[in-house]
T-cell receptor, first 118, second 109 residues
């Protein structure tokens, strides 16, 4: 099966501009996650979709970040306006539907989008 | 609160063993281990569930001490391909993973 794909692989923008990142999860995976890794630091959770619904967006830094998952398939993450501290690698991951309680929640990661804000 | 990984880095000769530790202050449902090579996606290695079940990968195994909320990843008879950064991800609730800071592993010939 095809893995998680992300577009673009790299993006260089200036402060104040808008960037939209896209993630295509593995087909049939209801769960979709966005994570971010700022250089030298840990991978941090941003938000979690179950199908098209936002299950948990507690990791979103501020209202400059907007994530959508229309139709429960691919997802976009828009940063508007971008700031210098938004630079980093944005990962998307997907997993199968969770069972009640907790799940054997193997998350498959995409290759990431490296965002540089100048 | 993110789990704490140790050591931060380790250098091995091919064939040597190593242990990477991951400690959490929260009660956990599961611990997940990933390996990431530079510029690539993190690759799933292991999942350890509350209750003792675990799934291994090649010669990499792991343990989960539920009382201490600690997990250890064992790299046995390391190969050159084991080089990379290892992350533990802990699941306390809600399926999201909270990752440790990573452990850089370099396996030399």
């Amino acid at each position: 099966e095809a893995g998680v794909t992300q577009f673009p692989s790299h993006s260089v923008i200036e402060k104040g501009q808008t960037v939209t990142l896209r993630c295509d999860p593995i087909s049939g995976h209801d769960n979709l996650y966005w994570y971010r890794r700022v250089m030298g630091k840990e991978i941090k959770f941003l938000l979690h979709f179950v199908k098209e619904s936002k299950q948990d967006e507690s990791g979103m830094p501020n209202n400059r970040f907007l994530a959508e998952r229309t139709g429960g398939t691919y997802s976009t993450l828009k940063v508007q306006p971008a700031e210098l501290e938004d630079s980093g690698v944005y990962f998307c991951a997907s997993s199968r539907r969770s069972s009640p309680g907790f799940s054997y929640n193997e998350q498959f990661f995409g290759p990431g989008t490296r965002l540089t804000v100048l | 609160q993110q789990p704490v990984q140790s050591p931060q880095a380790v250098i091995l000769r091919e064939g040597e063993d190593a242990v990477i530790n991951c400690s959490s202050s929260k009660a956990l449902y599961s611990v997940h281990w990933y390996r990431q090579k530079h510029g690539e996606a993190p690759v799933f290695l292991m999942i350890l569930l509350k209750g003792g079940e675990q799934k291994g990968h090649e010669k990499i195994s792991a343990s989960f001490n539920e009382k201490k909320q600690q997990s250890s990843l064992y790299l046995t008879a390391s190969q050159l391909s084991y080089s990379g950064t290892y992350f533990c991800g802990t699941e306390a609730a809600g399926n999201k993973l909270t990752f440790g800071g990573g452990t850089r592993v370099l396996v030399k010939p």
